[in-house]
Structure formats: C-alpha cells, structure tokens
C-alpha cells in the first residue's frame, strides 16, 4: 500500500471515529472525567454531610423544628426548654415525681396557647410600650445570664447551654415573653369582662348571714403532759370566773390577756378580725356564729376527746354592708439616696415616668384590661403588681391619704384616673389610679369569689381538649 493510500485510509478513519490512537484518547479522557466527578460527588457528599451534621448541633436548628404542638399553638425544642427551666421544672420533678412536673408543664403550654387564641380573637395586640417593655427586660435577663457566666469563668452561650440546652437566645426570650404578656392580656380582657348584678351578688350566700365578719380572740387551755384533762378544765372554769369579775374594768380582751397572764405566765389569746363564718375554725364555728353572742362575752367548749378546754372572747360581729372600693393602680417610686432620703429632683423623675405612662395608656383604647397589663409590667407595688394592679375591698383609712382620697372622693366613676403622690416608711411615689367601683363589702366578697371560680371554670373549658402532639424532635427537649 502506497503511502498516499495510507494517509487516505487514516484521515477516514479519523473521520468515522474508528482510529485507534483516537479512541484510546478519547477512552483516556473519559476515564480522567469520570474520576473527576466521582471525586467531586464524593467531595459534595462529605460537605453536606458535615453541613447537615453542623446545622443539626446549631441552636438554629433548635429554634425552627417543631417539638409539639398544642392546640394552634407550635413550640420548638428551644422554647419548650426555656419554658421548663423557667419554671422550675427539675425542682418541681424532684420534689413531687417527672410525671407530675411534665403534667405541670403541658398545663401551662396548654394556657398560653389557649389565652393566646382568646386574645387574637378579641382582636388584642400589644402596644409599643408594652413591646419596649418586653425588650428591655429581655435585654435585662440576657445580661445577667452574661453576668452569671462570666463570674463562672466561661462563655454567655456555654452558660445558656447549661441552663437551658441549645438554641435559647435574646431574640427567642424576647418572642416568648411577648406570648406570656398577650395571653395575659387576654386573660385581664376575660376577668374585667365578668360582671354580676345586685342579685346575684346576694345569691352567692346561701343564707343573707353567711355574708357576715366576726371579731373574736381565742385560747386554747391544753392538756398535756403537765397539765391533765381535769387540771384544764378547772384552769379554763378559773379563768372564766376571774374574767365574770373584771369584765367591766376595761377592754375585754385587755381584761382576758391579763388573766391569762396570771394563771398561765407567758400566755395571751390570739384575736382574729373581719373573720368569715366559714373561716372560722369549725371546732368553735357554731358557738362563735350564734346569734345570741354579745359583745364581750367569754365563752368556753371543751373538747370531747379531753385535749383541752377552748376560751372564746366574742369581740362583735357585721353584716358588712359598709361600702368598699374596687380600684386599680400602678406604682412609680422614687429612687432614694444613701440616707434613704428622696429627693425633689428623684420625686420629679417619678412623677414624670408616671405620666408617660398614663398617656401611653390614654393613646390606646384605655381599657381597664389595657390598664391592668400596664400595671403588670411596670407597677412597683409587688403586693399587687400580678393581678393588675387591683385592691378589691379597699376601706376608708387603709391606704395612704392621697390614695384614699382618690377612692373616696364623691361622684366617683368607672374609669376615672389621675396620678396622687403617695410616701410612708417604705417608699415614696406617684401611684397612677384607675377607679372600678364601690360595693357593700358583702356583694365585693361575692364578686371576687364568683370571678375567681368563673375564670377557673373558663380556663379549664379552654384547655380541655389541648393535649399535646409530639414532633421527632421533641427528642431534642433537655432532660
């Protein structure tokens, strides 16, 4: 074969791809590609394996995934741990059993989720200053956490860990207090809602005189190991004689506490003011209740199982049909100094705070319920802070003397506010004031108890059916 007719015969075979050199190249270059992209499968592979291990330790992955749900309500790992430490959950669990502290924890969830839907049913939300508010104190817990940890020698984030397990951050305490303070909001919105007429204030007693108080004092004459059953019973008869002789000579429980002093050194009686019949103890309830007592009268019950012998000194008794006042209050103080003193200048502060306040409220829909939150959040009166602020059975002279003013003033009507300045030995202040209503002290009682029950029997109607439905990641909840 001449050369021409072998060059004619390899470019033709170049041409149809059957060239030896040619397919061993080509076969060379395809084995080099598809090493190259198992390597970089195999590459890809390793990195989101690493990527799916990291993002399944990070706290993010904490805060997205679902460990439950409650009625509408979907909590994360992250939340559902923060809600057990901050409640005391491992305490709890300690003292009274994990079953019993998990049942603790699922009511809580099961509340928050159903006042959350009442209060975006009624159309609630929360106002900047309640938001402001909730950031702050966010912001507050955050540092301390920051605090603790550096006091232990390690990081913020390692303590969080500690505490709460991954994905507990600010951004998270902040959302979950904002959830805790709404579904307050609507439980406020709930109870400010319940009213109840004269009738059925009256109703509530089952007789007209189960509405009435009693002043008593009473001293139990025991019988032991130096005193027999006999000893006390004559010590008791002693007692009541000498107190038969003196009774007019001055106060009766004077008189009593000045016998007993004598005959039992060391002795007095214990007095008991504006008692309910049924919180008088059932051992003397009837003789205590009867309406035959008199003032002033010394009465005795021995006890059948010979334990001792009861003196009972009836001191008075009322229908409590004395008006009381319902009202409403946030407290601003003063800061004092060193010497305890306040200044104008601290005085001046306070007030202001407090009027920012009453226009912050005044700015919204000036709602007693929105009353009751602001006083939830920013009162400094921690006796009454929790349930908003309020003082059911407010008496005249009960109260420091702008305060009283305030609640006793003529033509007094729901909803009336002002800011009086207030000062005793404990602190000095503006409190900003919110007037409800005046009641005979009877019908007052009555309220309170009807509102206390129909809130309980609302809570439980709205809780009822939640119970819990765990997600796989519920795994992922701290121990």
């Given at each position: ?23 061993a ?53 992250a939340?559902?741990?923060?809600y057990?430490?901050s ?41 900047t200053?309640e ?61 400010c ?71 039992l050194?060391g ?21 205590i ?34 008006p ?39 700015a ?68 900003i ?47």
């Amino acid at each position: 074969m001449s050369a021409s007719t072998e060059r004619k015969n390899r470019l033709a075979a170049r041409a149809a791809g059957t060239d030896k050199k040619q397919l061993a190249a080509q076969e060379a270059a395809e084995k080099s590609r598809k090493t190259r992209r198992k390597w970089i499968i195999g590459t890809v592979a390793v990195v989101l394996c690493i990527a799916l291990v990291l993002f399944l330790s990070s706290p993010v992955f904490y805060r997205i995934t679902k460990a439950e749900t409650v009625g509408n309500k979907t909590f994360s790992p992250a939340e559902v741990n923060y809600y057990k430490a901050s409640s005391g959950y491992s305490t709890y669990a300690a003292y009274f059993g994990e079953e019993t502290a998990r049942a603790m924890l699922e009511r809580n969830l099961a509340e928050i989720s159903a006042q959350l839907d009442y209060a975006k049913e009624q159309g609630l939300s929360l106002s900047t200053v309640e938001k402001d508010e909730i950031s702050q104190r966010a912001g507050q817990q955050m540092d301390q956490f920051a605090d603790i940890a550096k006091e232990n020698g390690v990081s913020t984030s390692t303590y969080m860990s500690y505490v709460f397990g991954s994905g507990v951050n600010e951004r998270l305490i902040r959302s979950i207090m904002e959830d805790s303070v709404l579904a307050q909001k609507g439980w406020f919105h709930r109870y400010c809602g319940l009213q109840y007429s004269a009738e059925e204030l009256d109703a509530y007693y089952a007789n007209p005189e189960d509405a009435d108080s009693f002043d008593y004092a009473v001293f139990f004459v025991a019988s032991n190991e130096e005193r027999t059953a006999l000893e006390a019973r004559a010590t008791a008869q002693a007692v009541w004689m000498s107190y038969q002789d003196g009774k007019d000579e001055d106060e009766p429980l004077t008189v009593l506490n000045d016998i007993l002093a004598e005959e039992l050194p060391g002795s007095a009686a214990q007095s008991f003011t504006g008692r309910a019949a049924g919180s008088v103890d059932e051992a003397y309830r009837a003789w205590i209740t009867d309406p035959a007592r008199t003032e002033g009268e010394l009465g005795t019950i021995e006890q059948t199982d010979g334990s001792g012998v009861y003196l009972l000194l009836f001191l008075g008794r009322s229908d409590n049909t004395a008006p009381v006042v319902a009202v409403r209050h946030i407290l601003i103080k003063a800061e004092a100094d060193e010497n305890g003193a306040y200044s104008d200048e601290a005085k001046d502060a306070a007030r202001q705070r407090a009027e920012e306040l009453l226009a912050a409220w005044e700015a919204g829909d000036k709602t007693e319920a929105d009353f009751a939150l602001m006083a939830y959040l920013f009162s400094e009166d921690s006796g009454s802070s929790g349930n908003g602020g309020l003082y059911s059975n407010v008496t005249p002279g009960q109260m420091v003397e702008e305060f009283d003013a305030f609640c006793f003033a003529e033509g007094r009507q729901y909803a009336d506010t002002a800011i009086v300045y207030g000062e005793s030995g404990a602190y000095a202040g503006y409190h900003i004031m919110f007037y409800v209503e005046s009641l005979p002290a009877r019908q007052a009682t009555a309220r309170d108890a009807l509102r206390s029950a129909d809130m309980t029997a609302w809570t439980t109607e709205i809780t009822a059916e939640l119970t819990p439905e765990y997600h796989w990641a519920y795994k992922l909840v701290k121990k």
